[in-house]
């Protein structure tokens, strides 16, 4: 490792890029492109929960690159520290930094599942599936003391409504009940994030996270409890986890995954800056190569805004990538799928309760 500072074990970002909003929000902490030396320590590096007043928690998602149309995140920041999320360029819109903060400062949403209620009940609402969460993880450290995942879970089971999840933490385990009754009626699908194989990797690209033994576990624990299991390879970060993907699809296809895919790593706007102090302080030697493989699949830029092509990058790498995809696809998921979502049975329950045409 090679670093002026000391490192932070457990966290991912070592720097706090500063927010455009910043003056706004706190004037008292005024930060540096990298952290001011109090701020190594200890006491100051702890977790904090601010909470926060929505009045709505579904939002309309208006892209060609996700599959579905509505998203909803009852945290906003996570603790996970995953150095190449795309969320934490959120976090400067409340004033915090795409770096530290994004891992420090986690925004709390209480009466997310009271909103999602009224949103559910009402006679305009057409069944969708939902993706929970479509930006930050439900399953965070977080959701130990808060619990808001499965307030929200028992409103999906409660108003019979389809759900799609996403996380990378076995604490989904937890909700097994809920799962399986909504799985019973085919409401919902589960997909796990499973960026590489390589313990040691994992642990400093994802400090916060489950280890890679508790994800496949946790792949096999809902695959033979009847719940539909997906895996996501994403992001795939070319010179880091590419040459896995056959081995992860041929992995979680015995565990009883019923697909996989992948989206290519983008670093946009602060992103780059939390990735590539990162990689230079843990991969030294990696980082040029690693920096330039990201900017060939993205036209000479670490990140991509581009619709259509954001997701799966361009080139030749891009185009080696999506090969072994699908042919590791091929391979070891032919004749899987996922069930198609129940969508007619929440009409019924649209009161909450069974309606008796």
Not at 116 to 132: G, H, N, T, V
Not at 241 to 250: A, D, G, M, T
Not at 309 to 325: C, D, H, L, N, P
Request: aromatic share 10%; proline share 5%; hydrophobic share 40%.
């Amino acid at each position: 490792m090679n670093q002026d500072k000391p490192y932070l074990s457990g966290r991912g970002a070592q720097i706090n890029p500063p927010s455009p909003y910043e003056k706004v929000v706190r004037d008292s902490e005024a930060l540096d492109w990298a952290l001011v030396e109090s701020e190594w320590e200890t006491e100051q590096l702890k977790t904090e929960y601010l909470e926060t007043h929505p009045k709505t928690i579904l939002n309309k998602v208006d892209s060609a690159d996700i599959p579905l149309a509505w998203g909803m995140n009852p945290y906003q920041g996570c603790e996970h520290g995953c150095v190449y999320c795309y969320a934490r360029n959120t976090h400067p819109y409340w004033g915090y930094s795409a770096g530290l903060d994004f891992e420090r400062k986690i925004l709390i949403k209480r009466n997310a599942a009271s909103l999602l209620e009224a949103a559910l009940k009402k006679k305009s609402w057409k069944a969708a599936p939902i993706m929970f969460a479509g930006n930050t993880d439900i399953y965070q450290p977080a959701e130990r003391k808060f619990g808001i995942t499965r307030q929200c879970l028992e409103v999906f089971w409660k108003y019979r409504h389809p759900v799609s999840l996403i996380t990378k933490n076995s604490l989904i385990l937890r909700d097994l009940d809920l799962l399986r009754q909504l799985a019973e009626h085919n409401l919902v699908h589960v997909a796990i994030s499973i960026t590489t194989l390589d313990e040691d990797l994992r642990r400093f690209l994802e400090p916060r996270t489950a280890t890679v033994q508790q994800r496949l576990r946790t792949v096999k624990t809902l695959s033979d409890n009847g719940i539909p299991v997906f895996v996501m390879m994403a992001p795939i970060i070319p010179g880091l986890n590419e040459h896995e993907i056959f081995k992860v699809f041929e992995t979680v296809s015995e565990l009883g995954a019923l697909g996989a895919g992948y989206t290519m790593v983008r670093l946009n706007d602060d992103v780059a800056l939390v990735f590539e102090d990162w990689i230079r302080k843990n991969m030294p030697d990696r980082a040029d190569k690693v920096l330039n493989k990201i900017r060939e699949v993205h036209g000479g830029e670490l990140g991509d805004f581009r619709p259509g092509v954001r997701m799966r990058g361009e080139g030749k790498i891009a185009e080696i990538i999506r090969a072994q995809y699908q042919l590791a696809k091929q391979k070891y998921f032919a004749g899987k799928e996922l069930p198609k979502y129940n969508l007619e049975l929440h009409e019924q329950f649209k009161d909450g309760q069974l309606r008796l045409f």
